[in-house]
């Protein structure tokens, strides 16, 4: 089984083609009392991908069932690269104050506490 269910918060736009759209999502948790943060690459296709554009700016809560892929290639020097992001199958707008942000002290995600 291959599924991955992200919560976190839409980053920058990577994407202009109208049925392909490829974002980040930001995760933050506090660990040893300093704030971190990880960026987690997806793509979404046609119906998904307008909804998302549409609906979703940079900062947005956002919620999205999908599955992990590699993909790989080669770059201009010869070497052979990798990449992993998050092909999105279902998605759920979430409300500002669900996902904690860099600038809200929640408990939960405070891993020293």
């Not at 979404?44 to 947005?60: N, P, R, V, Y």
């Amino acid at each position: 089984m291959n599924v991955v269910i992200l919560l976190g918060h839409h980053d920058a736009l990577q994407s202009k083609n109208p049925a392909v759209y490829k974002f980040s999502i930001r995760e933050s948790w506090k660990k040893g009392g300093e704030w971190q943060s990880a960026f987690h690459h997806c793509v979404a296709f046609d119906k998904t991908a307008a909804l998302i554009q549409e609906h979703f700016k940079k900062g947005s809560a956002i919620g999205i069932e999908g599955r992990l892929t590699q993909n790989e290639w080669e770059d201009d020097s010869g070497s052979k690269r990798k990449s992993t992001e998050v092909v999105v199958n279902r998605l759920t707008f979430l409300p500002k104050d669900l996902v904690p942000k860099e600038d809200k002290e929640d408990p939960t995600f405070d891993w020293d506490k």
